[in-house]
Each structure stands twice: as C-alpha cells, then as structure tokens.
C-alpha cells in the first residue's frame, strides 16, 4: 500500500468521525483531526504536497473547533512551509498572523513571534513589503514580553528593510527603538555601531542637524574607530567638502557593516561645495542669455516710441536754447553770457597839507 492510498484511507476516516447519527448528535473533531494530521504525514513523505497542505488546513480547523489552540497554530505553521516548498508565497503572511494568534491565545506569544519570524524570513529577499509587517508584530509580541534582547533582533531586520525601500524616516524611528532595547541589556558595543547607522540615515534624510544631535546624545557608547569616522563625516558636511566626506565613507568601518547600511553609505549624497567668491570670468547664478527672435528687425511699435522720444528731445533743446543755454549734451550747461558792470573808480583820500607835517615835526 503506496503512502499516497494510505493518506486517502486516512482522509475518509476523518470524514467518517465528522458525520453525525441519530445516537451521535457531535461530530468528533479530536479524532477527526489526528486523522487528517497523519493523512498530511503520509502524503508529505510522497512528496504530494498539495493534497498534504489541505490536510493540515481540514486539522487546524477541526483543533480550533475542540479548542486546541497549540495544536492549531502548529498545523497552520506547517502550512505555511508546505506553501514555501510550492512556491505559493501570496498566502505565508495571513497563515502567520493567524498562527500567531493561535500561539497568543494559547499562552505560547514567543512561538507565535518565532512563526512571524519565520514567514519574514521567506518573504524578506522577494518580498520586502509583506515581509515588514511580520517583523514589526514579532518585535512587538517580544517587547510585549520583556524580551529586549530578542526585540532589538527583530527591530534590526526591520530597520534593514526600511532602509532598503528608502523610508528613512521609519528607519530613525526603529533603531532608535534597537538602541533602547540594547540600553537595556547594556550591550554598548552594538549601540556604538547603531550609532553610526543613525547618522548615516539622518545624512540620507537631508538633516544635518539631526545627524550631529545623534552623534551628541549617543556618542559616548562609540568606540575611537566610530568616533574618529563620525567627526571626520560631520566635519566635512559641515565644511561642505565633498573629498574629506567620501574618504570618511570609504572606511573600512564603514565597508563592513551589514549589506543594507553599506549601501546606504555608498549612495548617500556628498556635500556640494557653494563659492563665497565666484571665480573670475564667471558670474554666480547666472541665467542664460535671451535673445527675442523678432529683435533683428524692430517692430512699428518700437519705431513710434523713438520718433516720439527724437521729437521730445528736439522740443526741450529749443526751449533750453532760448533760455541762454548753449549746449544740451554737456554736463553742466553753461550760462547765458551778461554784459560784466564797470568797476567806478574810487574816491582819492585828501593828501595832508604841507602846514600839517610841519607843525607834526615841530612838536616831535
């Protein structure tokens, strides 16, 4: 008897505990589900996958209507592996969640969140959108826990995928979660390294300020390579200098971090470099020339405006030359020339008498 007629004898077994009769009033569900659970065994060992993967949906139903939630969660976290090995992605973050659930309401939520970990895992080179929820909820049944140390795990992978599709202002927000889970613990070897991340995203974000504020407040968790790297970049944004920038991102710190944030090193952009005095020849901000197409020949509006200026200027030299000025284009006109007065000769003083002089000398 092949496995796959084996399965089959299982499979009508389970249906037959299902039917009820008149001194049978419940179907047997207990039964019924260790039924499809070995109908599943046998046709997962023929390497039948798709009659082994309704099996076990038929068993999860039948332990969730005896309230065996462990049992459920268990055969919906088989599915979910039985949907990998089919290549039917589509259905792995709903099995998930519902089996997470299951593990909740049982009282098991670290099995729940291993579960979500799991299906992240097969979503998360493929499908980094689906994958990101499932990372998210493990992290927070964990914390839910005080589990820190397996939350900042969980956090990690999803910082990654954040940065992966660019939404850096998610990414902040998760390591800044990680580095307070690992503050916890006082792991301050990985919030050094965090530490470096969260500049680069903050950089990645367009925000300086943000990028120096977190250098300031975690800074002291840095070891000398770190810090060393850190004031280097921070330096040469803030000179805008564009070389000492790359070189800072070219060190080997840097290089070997995980795949995603080595990345993000490599395309961050590098500061552009503004001159306080343009160079000579060239004229800061320029826009480029204009020329009117219709400027080689003037239009008839254009010729009325200076037949009417010629004759305006025509009109203000006649009035300035009866007025006494005798050239319009200088820049002080010169004045109308007046007959100049004669000068009145002036009244001689009487001359003193020789009489005068004499008697002066006597009296001398």
């Given at each position: 008897m092949?496995?796959?007629?084996?399965?089959?004898?299982?499979?009508?077994?389970?249906?037959?505990?299902?039917?009820?009769?008149?001194?049978?009033w419940r179907p047997d569900f207990e039964v019924a589900a260790d039924e499809y659970n070995q109908a599943a065994t046998c046709f997962r060992v023929a390497k039948s996958l798709k009659p082994c993967r309704d099996a076990l949906l038929k068993a999860a139903d039948c332990y969730k209507e005896n309230k065996s939630w462990f049992h459920a969660a268990k055969s919906l976290e088989q599915v979910l592996l039985i949907c990998r090995d089919l290549g039917d992605l589509s259905e792995i973050p709903k099995l998930a969640h519902s089996s997470c659930s299951l593990y909740q309401q049982h009282g098991s939520p670290e099995s729940g969140a291993t579960v979500l970990d799991k299906a992240g895992k097969i979503l998360e080179t493929t499908q980094p959108e689906a994958a990101l929820p499932l990372f998210q909820r493990a992290a927070e049944v964990v914390m839910g826990e005080d589990s820190p140390r397996q939350a900042a795990e969980y956090l990690s992978k999803v910082a990654r995928i954040l940065v992966k599709l660019k939404k850096y202002d998610e990414a902040a927000n998760a390591i800044r979660r990680e580095i307070g889970c690992h503050q916890q613990i006082e792991h301050a070897q990985s919030i050094g390294r965090l530490v470096v991340v969260l500049v680069l995203i903050q950089l990645a974000r367009g925000d300086q300020v943000a990028a120096e504020k977190a250098f300031r407040e975690w800074g002291n968790y840095c070891e000398a390579p770190e810090i060393q790297t850190l004031e280097m970049l921070l330096?040469?944004?803030?000179?805008?200098?564009?070389?000492?920038?790359?070189?800072?991102?070219?060190?080997?710190?840097?290089?070997?971090?995980?795949?995603?944030?080595?990345?993000?090193?490599?395309?961050?952009?590098l500061p552009q470099q503004e001159y306080a005095v343009p160079p000579a020849g060239v004229r800061a901000n320029a826009a480029p020339p204009y020329v009117s197409k219709a400027s080689d020949q003037p239009s008839a509006s254009q010729e009325t405006v200076e037949a009417e200026v010629n004759q305006e200027v025509e009109t203000l030299a006649m009035?300035?030359?009866?007025?006494?000025?005798?050239?319009?284009?200088?820049?002080?006109?010169?004045?109308?020339?007046?007959?100049?007065?004669?000068?009145?000769?002036?009244?001689?003083?009487?001359?003193?008498?020789?009489?005068d002089d004499e008697y002066e000398e006597g009296l001398c």
């Open positions: 092949s496995k796959v007629e084996e399965g089959n004898a299982h499979i009508r077994a389970a249906e037959k505990s299902l039917k009820t009769t008149l001194l049978k330096q040469a944004y803030d000179n805008e200098d564009a070389n000492a920038a790359r070189a800072a991102l070219n060190s080997p710190f840097i290089k070997h971090m995980d795949v995603e944030y080595a990345k993000l090193a490599r395309g961050l952009p009035a300035m030359a009866a007025a006494g000025v005798s050239d319009y284009n200088n820049d002080e006109p010169q004045k109308a020339t007046t007959p100049e007065k004669k000068k009145e000769p002036e009244e001689e003083k009487p001359k003193a008498s020789e009489e």
